[in-house]
Nanobody, 121 residues
Framework: QVQLVESGGGLVQPGGSLRLSCAASGGTFSRYAMGWFRQPLGKEREFVATINWRGDATDYADSVKGRFTISKDNAKNTIYLQMRSLKPEDTAVYYC??????????????WGQGTQVTVSS
């Protein structure tokens, strides 16, 4: 079973940028599709972005399309989420997950512990 650790969260002003990282260990990272999900306080966890095992196909939630970019570095066993033009409604705990290439949570069977992103002036 792969283990995942997110990092890079923090406080950023509206319109700012942030890059999240997710480091994997304990499994064959290159075989997994990877996803980012987020959970705003008091709300359900929701899909953000996913990337296939090769890193050549991606999918995004409409709310982040054009602002967020997911990428995968199989040599470093790491995925990234570059977030630009951040809005207060992007505030959430962000989770990375390993599984199959899908935008549904059921397709992922390994999850990180989450990292908090707060967008506020």
């Amino acid at each position: 079973q792969v283990q995942l650790v997110e990092s890079g969260g923090g406080l950023v002003q509206p319109g700012g940028s942030l890059r999240l990282s997710c480091a994997a260990s304990g499994g064959t990272f290159s075989r997994y599709a990877m996803g980012w999900f987020r959970q705003p306080l008091g709300k359900e966890r929701e899909f953000v972005a996913t990337i296939n095992w090769r890193g050549d196909a991606t999918d995004y939630a409409d709310s982040v399309k054009g602002r967020f970019t997911i990428s995968k570095d199989n040599a470093k066993n790491t995925i990234y989420l570059q977030m630009r033009s951040l809005k207060p409604e992007d505030t959430a705990v962000y989770y990375c997950a390993a599984g199959v290439f899908t935008n549904t949570q059921i397709g992922y069977d390994a999850w990180g512990q989450g990292t908090q992103v707060t967008v506020s002036s």
